[in-house]
């Protein structure tokens, strides 16, 4: 694959919240605790006919999750044991691009933040609809820890382009699962 600097996925990142202005807003269900991030990653325009790799699998897979997991929010079905098979695949799609990322960039010790920090967060959120608190908690805490690290490192080029209030609002409400 390509070993050009825009060809990986905090390439991709960073100019996604740094080009797309809507990247940095956030919608909220109507308590104000429940974030979800709902913008995709767009590939760097300079890596556009590269072998981008696993690179491009890990955006892919990322933006295949939030499409399903909007699905799941926008057309809700009445039948919950239906609306729970659809969240589930988005779950699924979740943890899938969680695990690529986390093990390519183990490799290469370059997790990316905020594709970090989208992932737990919306799996937080899929969790809590499902009333699955111990792992809505360890998402939670996940996002808690991500946090705390970024806010370490404030000189982060990452920190300044992201909207952190959202995940804040995740990691740190008092409300649980849906009830």
Known sequence: HCSCEHCTVSSSVRYSLMH??????????SDDS????????AVHPEAMGHKMGDALLQITTLNL??????????CPLTD????????????????????WHVGESHDQNTVNIAFFLIIVNNLSQIHREADNH???AMCRGH??????????????????S??????????????????
């Open 162 to 179: 992201i909207n952190l209030d959202g995940f804040f609002r995740t990691a740190f409400s008092t409300k649980t699962c849906a009830s």
């Open 34 to 41: 429940h974030y979800v991030h709902r913008r995709g990653i």
């Open 20 to 29: 797309d202005a809507r990247a940095n807003t956030y919608n909220t269900a």
């Open 65 to 74: 999750a939030i499409a399903k997991h909007l699905t799941c929010l926008e």
């Open 80 to 99: 919950r044991r239906a609306q729970a098979k659809k969240y589930q695949k988005a779950a699924s799609l979740y943890e899938m691009a969680f695990k």
């Open 143 to 160: 996002l808690q820890s991500a946090l705390m690290t970024l806010l370490t490192n404030q000189e982060s080029e990452m920190y300044q």
């Open 134 to 136: 111990a792992k809505q």
